[in-house]
């Protein structure tokens, strides 16, 4: 469940909910969500690009990430 994906990844994101924070973990269930189309997943996966948390830090694919979600809502 794309869902249930975004939530989870969430969850390592904050390490809350009893979830043992892991920003690399999280990237990866984030990731897949957005590629599912949740678009709630994109602000997220934008601040890891942006602080280089569980990924390399990477301001082209946070533009591509932001311009992709903004064009999911508009």
């Given at each position: ?18 979830v ?9 269930f ?12 994109i602000?997220?996966?934008g ?20 311009n992709?979600?903004?064009?999911k809502?508009?």
């Amino acid at each position: 469940d794309d869902w249930a994906q975004y939530k989870y990844g969430m969850f390592l994101f904050a390490g809350s909910s009893g979830v043992k924070k892991d920003q690399a973990k999280a990237f990866q269930f984030l990731q897949k969500a957005a590629d599912a189309g949740v678009v709630e997943a994109i602000s997220p996966l934008g601040r890891l690009y942006r602080n280089g948390l569980g990924v390399i830090a990477n301001q082209e694919r946070l533009w591509n990430c932001l311009n992709w979600g903004w064009r999911k809502i508009n």
